[in-house]
């Protein structure tokens, strides 16, 4: 298996829980979604933590570089959170690669549960290889105090 690294930083305390994801286009494989102190069905982050994101995605086709964009939809609109092209990141189809990013959530989200989507594309000609959504539920610090949730820490 493959790592590409992406804005992110891997904290050995830290526990990455698998992640329920639906896929939402391309026609490469995924295969698992991990973030740190979540899993199941929603991901409960709190605002201002970062939080790790490890993807396994295995390409259809060779592609010499690829673009991740990550976006969530928040009251309505589409909001890109991350949109760059990966240095180093040409891929391979049958080998499995682990895509890993950093999401950290913003205040102005607290107490919002929203859809947050990461997709692949070749960088050369903008087609989409992959795409996977998940659940995200933003809390604030004083959000649910003395309560605790699958997944949240």
Known sequence: ???????????????????????????????????????GPLCYMRAGTPYPIQWDMTPSIPIASLRLKVSAIYMGLQVTIINAVLDNSSVQPGTTYTIQYTLTPYEVACRNTMRVSAELFNAANDVGEVCVAYQVHVTCDEEEAGTTHAGRY
């Not at 992640?19 to 490469?28: I, L, P, Q």
Request: proline share 0%.
């Open 1 to 39: 298996m493959k790592l590409i690294w992406i804005l992110s930083t891997f904290l050995a305390t830290t526990s990455c829980g698998v992640v329920d994801y639906t896929r939402c286009g391309g026609s490469g494989s995924s295969w698992q979604l991990r973030v740190t102190d979540c899993e």
